[in-house]
Every structure is written in structure tokens, then in C-alpha cells.
């Protein structure tokens, strides 16, 4: 049996999910960013405490079917880009994992999220290139390539559009904001 579970977005979710499943001592074959598989079906009120333990730590287990297809494919986009496989296109890449037609998946979800697979996956591009902005760590050009943009003039022009800053200044604010903070 496999759950689809809402919000988890990262290393650190799939730990806290295991670990409220080992307190519950329901066994199970493996977590994955949003899913967990069972080894045999739980029994319902089991079921029940689960999702109000999973609750507890912002998480949501997903019982209507095109709620949960929406959910997998925000995973899977997470998954793409932290594992780096962008030489893959978006519908190659969820046809790989999904069974389905790729059309109808994307009608479903922009009708469910209100925009569509590319807009949601340039979302998470521009979420994780502020992150490592933050860091900096990387310059923006060596994050432009890292995230899978043509070029840097082209992952500017798009983190422009969705922040309204350029990276370089995503950086200095951010830098303001960190000094104010620690005062």
C-alpha cells in the first residue's frame, strides 16, 4: 500500500516521517519524498493516528486521488532538480516515473494548483537558486548551470521576473537583512 504525503520537500522530512512511523510501530517498506510504501495495509484507525501525528509536524496525508497526483508530481519536480537531471525534459522525465498521459496530467494539475508544471518547476528552480545565493558559496553564473539555465543571462532574466531582484541583488539585500538581524 502506498500514501501520498503533502509537504515533504527534503533529506530531513523523509527522517522525521520514519521516525513517527518506528514511534507508531507501523512497519513499512521505505519513505520517499512524498510517499510511503507499507508492507501490508494498516488498519484504519492506525491510519488515523499517523495522519495526526504527521499533522503535528506540518505534513498531510492525501486521500483524493488528483490532490495526490499533484502532490507526486511536486515531488518528482524536487526530486529532478536536486538530482540534477536536467537533460531530461520536464515530460520526459515524469513519464519516466508516472504511468499516464503527460496532457492530462498537466491539465490536472494546473486546474488543482492554479498553474502549470513549467510554471511550478521555475518556481522551484528560483526557490533553490536563493538558497544557494544565500550561501554563497556559488557565484550566480556557476548556480545558472548547477540549476540547468541556458545561461546566466537567461537564469537572470528569470529570477528577475519571479523576485523582482536581480541575483546580485537577492544577494546585498539578503546581506542587509542577516546584518540587521544580528543586531
Not at 517498506?29 to 499517523?50: C, H, M, N, W, Y
Not at 511550478?120 to 550566480?140: N, P
Request: contains cysteine; glycine residues 4%; proline residues 4%.
Amino acid at each position: 500500500m502506498q500514501v501520498i504525503v503533502k509537504n515533504m520537500v527534503c533529506p530531513r522530512c523523509i527522517w522525521a516521517v520514519e521516525k513517527v512511523l518506528q514511534e507508531e510501530k507501523l512497519p513499512f517498506e521505505k519513505v520517499e519524498l512524498g510517499e510511503i510504501s507499507f508492507q501490508d495495509t494498516p488498519a484504519p484507525d492506525r491510519l488515523k493516528r499517523l495522519a495526526e501525528k504527521l499533522n503535528d509536524l506540518g505534513f498531510e496525508i492525501l486521500e483524493d486521488e488528483k490532490e495526490a497526483l499533484v502532490e507526486r508530481i511536486k515531488t518528482l519536480l524536487i526530486e529532478k532538480l536536486n538530482a540534477g537531471t536536467d537533460n531530461l525534459s520536464i515530460p520526459e522525465y515524469l513519464a519516466s516515473r508516472l504511468t499516464g498521459n503527460y496532457t492530462s496530467m498537466s491539465r490536472g494539475f494546473s486546474k488543482q494548483s492554479g498553474k502549470t508544471i513549467e510554471q511550478y518547476y521555475h518556481q522551484v528552480r528560483i526557490e533553490k537558486a536563493k538558497e544557494l545565493l544565500h550561501y554563497k558559496e556559488l557565484t550566480a553564473a556557476e548556480i545558472s548551470y548547477e540549476l540547468g539555465y541556458s545561461s546566466p543571462a537567461h537564469f537572470s532574466t528569470q529570477f528577475k521576473k519571479l523576485t523582482g531582484l536581480s541575483p546580485r541583488s537577492f544577494q546585498i539585500e539578503g546581506k542587509k537583512h542577516t546584518d540587521k538581524s544580528e543586531l
